[in-house]
């Protein structure tokens, strides 16, 4: 009475290779020693938690490591994240999440951020489902903030 | 057997699955299997038709007028409350308080009569197993009158862990507020051994039975309930509209929970004197048009027979377990034999998150719960943050079950493609 893998197709673009990839290897998820920013960011409602860790030397990520549990779009959320933000800037990573928020609600987003986004654009197919925007966002909006907020406080 | 238990028409699952027009719907154009029973139940076309027949014939304000329409509005809100407390075998009808919801009736005791009754060093006892909305308001409650809240534990096994009962209810006890029927888990819980404990020290039993109500005869007198909190939405009824059951004492001498219209006998410009049981708690112009819905509700039950909606729950949940178990990288959460619980069964995938199954599903027709089930402290304690949870209803068959099975087989499929 259902339809097997003809439902499941529509499915691919929020499933994509690249996501799939980066939810079954994970990138950056050993531990940072003496991290300067250690950060828990959960979302209850659906479970999912991550441990964010940085180091950040001269108000650039020097060092990243994330782990955690999630659905398969939070998790390669967090590795494409893990990925992108060594040796970026504090404004560098702000752009960066500033334009995946508007990938995923269907805004405008240029080629040169696309360029910066690179693998990360595949997320785009996550607008479809609404429900699933926040999975994909966890890790980048708690990132984000503590990144600001540790800054902040250093004066940078 | 009371006609309740028994039932005036057949248990006939495809002539039940003709009555919910929902059922006919297709979903990202597959039939729809719909097992988020335990959330909302979907209502029969007899209870949509008791909303549209009183906004269409009957609308007009309750116990206020003296012309045609309002009385018959308040004869039929009336007779669904006698409907109600029959339903719960409740002995008098004004024992059946309208409220919003489960959590409204569960505030209101909160508010009203623990509020007059519990005090420093007394304590209230709870389970692990307890809904969101039976935890907050006894933590707030203990909060600000300096009352302990106890936990009896739930154990591996998913069952209430009764063993250290005698010292967790002592004679500081107040309440237990337990739940029926856990959401989570599916377990059944001894109601009426914790009635006798708590009596036997003096306090008050309140039992949310959200889940209980709509899939077995559930019997105020027999479990010695104080109170019994339920919601119409989850037994064919619509949304918005709940019941508290108290004992006529008990809430006879409660303070009211809100103050207006209705609740009151006579006001002065200084003062007022509270109305009859069971106006006191029902200020203001009440949910005429989803009580009387409510009371189609419970007819449709009542048609069916209790004991005949347990009976195909029962022998849904036994398949559903057999077929779940058999699946390797599965395991399923609460008691494994349905003798012991309800049908909501909730599982964990090894390797596929329950968001992931429930999107997955979701493009197969099939509607599941996916997330902590508004019982975050209980979910984890299976080192789990999440569970997905399928839970039937009369309209459910043993297809539907094999769709399931057959929709998390084709989910394992694609993500190891």
Redesign the interface.
Known sequence: ?????S??D??NE??EAII?DHYRSPRNTVPVDSPDIDLEV?N??????FHIQLKVDDGAVAKVGITG?????S?ASASLLAELVEGKSSNEVHAAVDSIRRLLKGEDVTEEERDVLGDIEALEGVRK?PV?IK?ALLSWVGLDDALTEHLGAEGV | MSMTEAGTRAFDVDAIRADFPILSRKINGQELVYFDNAATSQKPKQVIKALTDYYEQTNANVHRGVHTLSIEATDGYELARTKVAKFINAPRPEEAIWTRNTSESLNLVAATWADVNVGEGDNIVITAMEHHSNIVPWQQLAAKKNTELRYLAAGEDGLLDVSDVDSIIDSRTKLVAVTHMSNVLGTINPVAMLAEKVHAVGGVILVDAAQSVPHMAVDVQELDADFLCFSAHKMLGPTGIGVLYGKYDLLEAMPPFMFGGDMILEVTYEDATWNDLPYKFEAGTPNIADAIATGAAVDYLVDLGMDNVWAHEQELTAYAMEQILSLDNVRVLGPQDPALRGGVISFIHDTIHPHDLGTALDQQGIAIRTGHHCAMPLVRSFDVVAAARASFYIYNTKSEIDALINGISETEGYFSR
């Open positions: 009475m259902t339809g097997g893998m439902g499941l529509d499915m929020l499933y799939l959960n209850p409602f659906c479970g999912d938690e549990r999630g659905c398969a779009i998790q489902f699933r999975c």
